[in-house]
């Protein structure tokens, strides 16, 4: 199967295996929420940084 596509027999299997997470047969976190929560971790990042800006003008204040 792996040479019909013409890649590795492991990259079949990662496929597959994601393929199986987001459909929900297997247990994982699947594509959608590894991109939600990628999402929610730089907007996390963004708001603490925010937070110490203002931080440091309040204590110049």
């Known amino acids: 199967m792996a040479a019909d596509f013409g890649v590795h027999p492991t990259t079949v ?8 997470i987001d459909d929900g047969t297997k247990p ?3 594509s959608q929420e590894s991109a939600e ?6 907007q996390i990042k963004l708001l603490e940084q ?3 800006v ?5 204590a110049r204040s």
């Open 13 to 20: 299997w990662k496929w597959m295996r994601g393929a199986d």
């Open 28 to 30: 994982a976190t699947t």
């Open 37 to 42: 929560l990628r999402e929610a971790r730089r």
């Open 50 to 52: 925010g937070n110490e």
């Open 54 to 58: 203002l931080r440091q003008a309040a």
